[in-house]
Structure formats: structure tokens, C-alpha cells
């Protein structure tokens, strides 16, 4: 396979860096508007279980939309058709999200968006595996990293400032949060079409079973036989408990135990994301060369003690500069993690079967993201309430979050 041109491996990235600005528009600016609106004496548990039941379509969706890709025979390639689908459901989900006049209408925007995500991911991942060659994963899985964490930066900075400004200009500030992740995405879209031009797949004769064959072949996997995959999908697991524990409930960690009204906390957490997207930014593609001269293990266990290290001051900490410091460290553990564990995951999978396997590896994050959602919604609120200060929850959660990113690091040293 021929290297491809740094234009075309960014118009597969552009995509990565649309998901996220979406994401990251959601969470945590419009969520914890939202639910501190419509539940006020208890956000952390609607926040919590509701992001918990989208993360669930991971599990249920990801493995059969990767298979159904890998299968796709369309003048549009095995991938492209998916996006094609996603992006209407995306952005449907947003505008029910930011409008919810009540808690089960906001639940619906956020299944309906996450729907419309799951659609998407595996495909646009498993582009990686069926266009990169393997002397340049690491170098896309960089670029890869260096895009989203710019949408980080940007979908966080642009969400917080403008629904800072809520309090005056009432709903026109939630429509221009929105509006940004809306219009990257269509953008997006259309470069990603245009400058990847994913061909169309002529291989074989097309593969016609029942739906519910199909759906429990996407599931089947040699756990025994897949070594390398099995302690990757651990380590995942693991590293992303901890990484959605510190991000799901930030906000409100910052609204309960440092002590700033919401509008402060929310322009606070959009200025920490220049930090956070600067360490990452700085880390991420030199982070990827080093995983494809040293190798992709010893990238990812420095990776995640720099995230222990970083979660461990924050608990300690809280002085804002400080506090910026500690997730500066946290940022840099999280862009190095992110470069090296992608290509470890393109290095792993089979081409043919690119797209299942994608989705497989997805549940990995999605489980995880479920399982911090659920111990936050369950934790935090009846925790805070056990001490006058209020703040019993957050600790407990984010010191176990400290611990999975070192059981993640142990993980990753059983396959060197």
C-alpha cells in the first residue's frame, strides 16, 4: 500500500475532529445547563444516567454497523454510506438536547444523537485500517488525535462562552452553541467525501443471512486466540472509566467543590480547554511518531500514569491555577494515550473485517463511559449528602478514577 499525502489522511481526520466538536459542544457546557434546569436538586444523577443509556447503544449497535459496513457494497464505498445516514440524526438530537422542556424529552435527544453517532464511528474508524498503511499509523493516529483535540478545544471554549452568556441573551446563546457543531459537521462531511473518495468495494459476492444471524456473528470473537486485542480492549476499558469520570461530572465538580457560581464555572471550563487542547496539541503527533519508532506499549503506560498523576492533584488541589496545571498533565497523559492506543487498534485489527472489529474495540469505550456514568449518578449525589461540605461524591469518584488509569497502566505492561 502506497503512504498517502498528508491532505487526504487529514480528510479522514476531518471527521474525527466533527464528532468531537459535537461532543464536546454537549459535554460538558450544554448537559450541565441543561440538567441543572430541569433537575436541579439532583443533576449529577440525570446527567449521569442518561449519558450512561446513550453510551448502551454502543454496545447494542457498534459491532453490527461495522459488520453491515464491511459488507456494503454501494457506488459509494463500504463507509461513506454511513455517514450519510448519521449526520441528519446528529443533528436532530442536538436541537432536541438544547430545547428539552422537560427531563424525558432531553433523554430522547440524547439517544437520538447517539444513535446517529454510532451509526457513523465504526465506519469512519475502520477507514484507518482500509487506507493507511501500516507505516504511517502512527502518524495518522497523531493527526487523528491533534484534530479532535482542536474540536475539543474549540466545541468546549466556543459552548461555554456563549452559554456564559445565556443569563442575557436568553435561548439566541444555546441556538449559536449549537449552530458551531452543526455547521463542522456538514463542512466535515463534505470534505471528507471529496478528499478521501472511499471506492467502491467490488470484492465477492454480497453476503445475505437474517438480520439476527448477522447481528450475533458482528458479536463473535476469538477472546482466546486474539491476545493482543484482549489486553487492548481491557486497557481501553479501564483508562476510559477513569477518563469520563474526571470529564462527565467537571462542571459540577467545579460548580460543588471549587465553589464557582455556574456562569464563572462555565467560562472556566472553556478557558481550562486552551490548556488541555495546548498539552494535548503539543503531545499528540510527536506522541505517534514515538509509538511507531518505540512502540505502541511503552507510549501508552507513560500515558496512563501522566493521567494518574494529574487526577491524583486535582484531588488535593484547588487554587485555579493549580487546578489548570493539574489538567494541563492530565491533557498531556490524554493525547499520548490516544495516539499511541489508536494505532495499536489499526495495527490489531484484519482489514477485511475492519469495520467489526472497530465497532467490537468500541464497546471497550463505550462500556467504560457507561460504567463511570452509572458510579457518578449513583455516587456523587448520596455521597455529598453524608458531610456538610457536600463534596464526599466528587472525591470518591475521582480517586477511583486515579486508580483505574494506574490498573490501566498494569494492563498495558502484560503485553509488552
Known sequence: MNPLPLLRLLAIASFGFALTLFSNTLDPALYGYKVLQLAPDNPNTLLGFSTAAGSLLVLLMGPLVGLLSDRTRSPLGRRLPYFLVGVPLMIAGLLI????????????????????????????????????PATQRGLASGLKSLTE?????????AAGELLARQPQLG??????????PVAGLLLALLFTWLGMRDEPYEQGEPVREPLLKTYIDSFRFD???????????????????????????????VVDVVGLPEADAQRYLARLSIVLGGAILAVAVPAGRLADRYGRAPVVIVACLMAALGTLLVLFLRDLNWLTLAAGLIGCGAGTYLSANFAQLTDIVPKLEAGRYIGL??????????VARVLGGLLID?????????????????????ALFVAAAWVASLDT
Open 97 to 132: 438536547v438544547g430545547m428539552a422542556p422537560a427531563v424525558w424529552v432531553f433523554v430522547l435527544g440524547v439517544l437520538l444523537w447517539r444513535f446517529g453517532d454510532n451509526i457513523i464511528f465504526a465506519p469512519w474508524e475502520a477507514l484507518y485500517a482500509d487506507r493507511v
Open 361 to 370: 474495540a468500541g464497546i471497550a469505550g463505550a462500556a467504560g463511559g457507561t
Open 171 to 180: 435561548d439566541a446563546a444555546v441556538f449559536a452553541a449549537m449552530a458551531v
Open 149 to 157: 483535540i482542536l474540536a475539543v478545544l474549540v466545541g468546549r471554549l
Open 382 to 402: 448520596p455521597l455529598n449528602m453524608l458531610t456538610p461540605a457536600g463534596t464526599l461524591g466528587y472525591l470518591t469518584l475521582y480517586g477511583l478514577a486515579a
Open 223 to 253: 477472546w482466546r486466540g486474539q491476545r493482543a486485542f484482549r489486553w487492548w480492549f481491557a486497557n481501553r476499558f479501564l483508562f476510559w472509566i477513569g477518563f469520563v469520570t474526571l470529564s462527565q461530572f467537571l462542571l459540577l465538580f
